[in-house]
């Protein structure tokens, strides 16, 4: 029997990066869709022909013994009041990133589902990226040795403005490149080197006309010594690699990003055949000096966020992501904004985590 999952939200997120991996993994199976948009209703129906299709998240709350969890991929502002709902119906849930537009609203929900004993945990599918896994295998066999610096970045071309809550300029709207793609940067970087002791950030809004920042570079001092760099944009006419990483015996360099996103897009599916699988051009490649060594990647693997989130569902182990860890990541990149504005690093009192 497959556990029951209220899917609220059904644009790009819901109907691309949740509903297809959701419904690849065993024993998980979407049964409702929450969208009010009639053209978006019509879309579940097709492609999800068992599910009921609901206008109003309260029609969930009200049916809440019909479902085992929700997922809530609706826009960020509606975040915290779709998901302290969730916990107040005793609904396990997940919440796209990020967790709330600001980190106290993050520890509020945090705290609240701690309070009621209910389930949360935040989709930070890229931890299961391709070049994030091959990685972490590097790492594990220590072959770069002691690693000083960690360089990632999502770099893309997109000058035209589009529409919408995500390059809106009221910040109640959780839209800009910071919070959007720095939510994953950030996330990643104290994945791998752990809690952050200082922040320096640039934030711009480059594009003519543009109401939110575009283009972002944010350093990170981690307690472990290793300093991080991030990079995220929309006007970036030539991209950096994907991940360039220091250590004092060898380098490690991806130079393109997982395919998962870019095959979701195209229609394609994790089920299908070479799921993740990385074109050989696009495998990392240790370096010392000139020496060059290609590595095969590993798969990129986002259904395993929801493998795991069934499991626990099930009571056979822990939420894949953290909740705390969305807090930390909200955080630093608020003290990436505030060092943008001041000039200044910003110091974190305590190591954020």
Do not use: C
């Not at 395993?304 to 626990?312: I, M, P, S, T």
């Amino acid at each position: 029997m497959s556990l029951r999952i209220a899917l609220i939200g059904y644009g790009l997120a819901g109907s691309t990066f949740h509903r297809p991996v959701i419904s690849a993994v065993p024993g998980l199976r979407v049964t409702a869709v929450v969208t009010g948009n009639a053209e978006r209703q019509s879309q579940a129906r097709s492609e999800l022909p068992d599910a009921r299709v609901l206008a109003h998240p309260d029609e969930v709350w009200s049916a809440a013994d019909d479902f085992d969890s929700v997922v809530v991929a609706a826009a960020n502002a509606a975040h915290v009041s779709l998901a302290r709902a969730a916990i107040d119906a005793g609904l396990p849930v997940v919440v796209d990133k990020p967790l709330a537009v600001s980190s106290a609203e993050a520890a509020e929900l945090v705290e609240l589902a701690r309070h009621r004993e209910v389930l949360l945990s935040t989709y930070q599918n890229r931890r299961w990226d391709a070049e994030l896994l091959t990685l972490q295998r590097v790492l594990k066999d220590g072959e770069l040795g002691r690693v000083h610096r960690f360089e990632s970045r999502f770099e893309r071309w997109r000058p035209q403005l589009k529409p919408g809550w995500r390059e809106s300029n009221d910040p109640s709207a959780g839209g800009g490149t910071l919070l959007d793609l720095g939510s994953h940067l950030v996330d990643q970087a104290t994945y791998l080197f752990g809690p952050v002791t200082s922040v320096y950030g640039e934030v711009s809004a480059r594009r003519h006309d543009a109401a939110v920042d575009d283009d972002v570079f944010v350093a990170l001092a981690h307690a472990s010594g290793v300093t991080t760099h991030l990079w995220a944009s929309a006007v970036a006419a030539q991209r950096g690699p994907r991940l360039r990483v220091l250590g004092d015996r060898a380098a490690f360099v991806a130079p393109d990003l997982d395919p998962q996103e870019d095959a979701l897009r195209s229609g394609r599916r994790p089920v299908d055949d070479g799921w993740g699988e990385v074109p050989e051009a696009s495998w990392p490649s240790i370096w010392a000096g000139d020496e060059q060594r290609r590595l095969p990647s590993a798969p990129g693997a986002w259904a395993r966020f929801y493998e795991l989130w069934r499991d626990a569902l099930l009571g056979e182990g822990p939420v894949p992501v953290d909740p705390g860890d969305a807090v930390t990541s909200l955080r630093i990149l608020e003290a990436a904004a505030e060092s943008a504005r001041s000039g200044e690093v910003v110091g974190v009192h305590g190591a954020v985590h």
